[in-house]
């Protein structure tokens, strides 16, 4: 069983920037497929980006075209940490933020079991 906790969210202005963390506590964490989802208030949560290991020591991350040059996903094996930096935030990011975990997730929360409980994003015009 991975556990996943989310953090660093808050209250930023539009054009502002986050950086949030997912830490886990599987050892093996670095070969998980990592993916970042957001719910917004009414909206169905939605697939934001992602980051699988691609071989060696190379990771391929993928995002939705919403955040494609604006969001940068990295991770920290070393500290089982998978981060997602947030930069010129709009209105329209306000959302509660989630991560997750698979052994071979894509793009659709289906194929994550493991779920953070989420940080909330809030971004103010």
């Known amino acids: 069983q991975v556990q996943l906790v989310e953090s660093g969210g808050g209250l930023v202005q539009a054009g502002g920037s986050l950086r949030l963390s997912c830490a886990a506590s599987?050892?093996?964490?670095?070969?998980?497929?990592t993916g970042w989802f957001r719910q917004a208030p009414g909206k169905e949560r939605e697939f934001v980006g992602s980051?699988?290991?691609?071989?060696?020591?190379?990771?391929?991350?993928s995002y939705a075209d919403s955040v494609k040059g604006r969001f940068t996903i990295s991770r920290d094996n070393a500290k089982n940490t998978v981060y997602l930096q947030m930069n010129s935030l709009k209105p329209e990011d306000t959302a509660v933020y989630y991560c997750a975990a698979s052994t071979s997730g894509g793009h659709r929360e289906h194929e994550y079991p493991y779920w953070g409980q989420g940080t909330q994003v809030t971004v103010s015009s």
């Open positions: 599987e050892r093996t964490f670095s070969s998980y497929v």
């Open positions: 980051i699988k290991w691609s071989g060696g020591s190379a990771y391929y991350a």
